[in-house]
C-alpha cells in the first residue's frame, strides 16, 4: 500500500477532519476470522495512511449500524485482557520488514492504547512501550480514530531512499464477537509477521 505525502498532517484528534485525509487512496476490504471464517465483515471499515519525515499516520472510519452499541470501555494501558471487550482498531508493522519481528498499536473505542513487540514470527512481548499518540470520536455513523506512529518507536533499516515494510490491521466489534483482518490466514496456519500484506514507497 502505498503512503502519500501531501505536505500537510493531521491534528490528532480522532474527528478525520484535516484536509490530508482527502482524495487519498483507501484500504476497505476487509474478510471475517471470526465467527463467520473468511465471510465479508458485517460492518464497513476505511483505513487510510499518510507520512511526513518523522512519523506515520493512521486514521480509521469503523462504520457501525448501531453505534448506540458500540462498547466503549475505560480500563488501564495494556491491560488487553479488559481492553478486548471492548470495540477495538490494530495496527501492526514489521517496520524492519524482516517477516519476523514487529509491532502491533491498538486503540479501543474509548481511547484506550494497547502495544505490543512482535517477535519469532508468532510471539508477542505484552510489556514493551512505545510513545504514539491516538484519539478516537463516536459520532452517528460509528466511530473514528487516529493514530500517529514516530519513526523513532519503530527498529528499521534506513540503506534506501524508499522502503517496503509488513503491515496488518484488525478490528473486533464486541457485540458481534466479530473478529476481522486485512489479511485472513487459511485456519490452521501458525504464522503471524511472516503473512504481512506489504505497505510500500515508505521515505
Known amino acids: 500500500y502505498e503512503i502519500t505525502n501531501n505536505g500537510m498532517i493531521p491534528v490528532i484528534d480522532g474527528k478525520l477532519d484535516d484536509p490530508c485525509w ?9 474478510t471475517q476470522l471470526d465467527p463467520n471464517y473468511n465471510a465479508p465483515a458485517t460492518e464497513n471499515t476505511i483505513v487510510k495512511i499518510i507520512q511526513d519525515e518523522y512519523a506515520i499516520y493512521i ?13 466503549q470501555k475505560f480500563v488501564n494501558r495494556d491491560d488487553f485482557v479488559k481492553l478486548s471487550m471492548s470495540d477495538w482498531f490494530s495496527f501492526s508493522i514489521d517496520s524492519h520488514h524482516d517477516h519476523q519481528t514487529g509491532y502491533e498499536f491498538i486503540v479501543n473505542a474509548a481511547g484506550v492504547q494497547f502495544d505490543s513487540f512482535l517477535f519469532d514470527d508468532v510471539d508477542e512481548e505484552m510489556n514493551w512501550d512505545g510513545t504514539w499518540e491516538s484519539m478516537v470520536s463516536i459520532n452517528n455513523n460509528g466511530w473514528t480514530m487516529e493514530m500517529r506512529i514516530p519513526f523513532s518507536s519503530l527498529r528499521y533499516s534506513d540503506n534506501d531512499d524508499e522502503s517496503t515494510w509488513g503491515m496488518n490491521i484488525k478490528r473486533y ?5 466479530e473478529y476481522i483482518e486485512w489479511v485472513v490466514l487459511a485456519k490452521g496456519t ?12 515508505i521515505q
Not at 22 to 30: G, P
Not at 62 to 71: G, K, Q
Not at 193 to 198: A, D, M, Q, T
Open 190 to 201: 501458525i504464522a503471524t509477521v511472516s503473512k504481512f500484506g506489504h505497505l510500500s514507497n
Open 22 to 30: 482527502k482524495n487519498l487512496d483507501s484500504i476497505s476490504s476487509f
Open 173 to 177: 466489534i464486541h457485540r458481534k464477537s
Open 59 to 71: 486514521s480509521a472510519y469503523l462504520y457501525d449500524s448501531s453505534p448506540d452499541l458500540i462498547v
